[in-house]
């Protein structure tokens, strides 16, 4: 069965300093890789996804996430971070031909003034 | 366009009682899952459907009930209410054409006691 981990539960940063939100996902041989962003009290919104080909994904909000087969890795990245990314980041695989999306336990981003 | 559509928001349970959290898409798509949002667990899936009158069970179904009469409607039943099933409760649905990933509901807070 899939599995994903997300390395940091916590991750503390200053605004305008850049962020990498770390995922790993058990190895298959075809998977969908996503990254979502919870505001609190809210439901999940999809910030990037990838599918196949170009393994650099870029999303909303400036954000970007590298996909690295070898490494079963699709780390999250922003270079400069506002205070409104604020918020729980969750990293979600599907195998190919399931439905069964299998998230991470999240992350929660914290950025100070 | 609403999307994800559920209710109630809020809901509080005394332990034993029935209940059915509502669920409405009004984007056509032929996938809806139910997952349970529990602190430090990230989200979990509970039932998922791949069309009208096609439902399968996720990671978590024990306690749990779903059909899938038309397009646009996924209920979620509880049919005897636990303490342990205290959670958030997100709805989402997806297109049929490729794994685009899931649009999801705001959710339904539910607490039993």
């Known amino acids: 069965a899939q599995s994903v981990t997300q390395l940091d539960s916590q991750v503390p940063v200053f605004e305008e300093a850049p962020v990498e939100l770390r995922c790993n996902y058990s190895s298959s041989v075809s998977v969908y890789l996503f990254w979502y962003v919870q505001y609190p009290n809210q439901g999940l919104q999809l910030l990037l996804k990838?599918?196949?080909?170009?393994?650099l994904v870029k999303g909303i909000n400036g954000f970007e996430a590298e996909f690295n087969k070898s490494q079963t890795s699709f780390h999250l990245r922003k270079p400069s971070v506002h205070i409104s990314d604020t918020a729980e980041y969750f990293c979600?695989?599907?195998?190919?031909?399931?439905?069964?999306?299998?998230f991470g336990k999240g992350t929660k981003l914290t950025v100070n003034p | 366009n609403a999307g994800v559509t559920q209710t109630p928001k809020f809901q509080v349970l005394k332990t034993g009682q029935s209940m059915t959290l509502q669920c409405a898409q009004d984007m056509n798509h032929e996938y809806m899952s139910w997952y349970r949002q529990d602190p430090g667990m990230g989200l979990r899936l509970i039932h998922y459907?791949?069309?009208?009158?096609?439902?399968d069970q996720g990671e978590v179904p024990n306690g749990y009930n779903v059909s899938r009469s038309t397009t646009e409607d996924f209920p979620l039943r509880l049919l005897s209410a636990a303490p342990s099933q205290t959670s958030v409760y997100f709805c989402?649905?997806?297109?049929?054409?490729?794994?685009?990933?899931?649009?999801f509901g705001s959710g339904t807070r539910l607490t039993v006691v």
């Open positions: 990838y599918l196949s080909g170009s393994t």
């Open positions: 979600a695989v599907v195998q190919g031909g399931s439905e069964k999306l299998v």
């Open positions: 989402a649905s997806r297109e049929g054409d490729r794994f685009y990933g899931y649009t």
């Open positions: 459907s791949v069309g009208a009158g096609i439902t």
